[in-house]
């Protein structure tokens, strides 16, 4: 089911995420970037609705460095 968010809640989550990685987003740049992340959050929900068979999910090895 998609998430439906107004664009005052988007631009609230754009906010609050520029400022956990340490950024400082003005109004006009989140309001200059909104359309992207609305997109962005639309191409979520869309590959979220793709069902794959397990042996087609993505699948990272991850390399521990020892020492």
């Given at each position: ?41 639309a ?25």
């Amino acid at each position: 089911m998609p998430i439906t968010l107004s664009d005052a809640e988007i631009k609230e989550l754009m906010k609050l995420l520029a400022r956990a990685a340490d950024l400082n987003l003005t109004d006009e740049r989140v309001e200059r970037d909104l359309p992207a992340y609305k997109g962005h959050l639309a191409a979520i929900e869309r590959i979220r609705t793709v069902t794959l068979p397990v042996e087609m999910e993505p699948f990272r090895t991850v390399k521990r460095e020892v020492g």
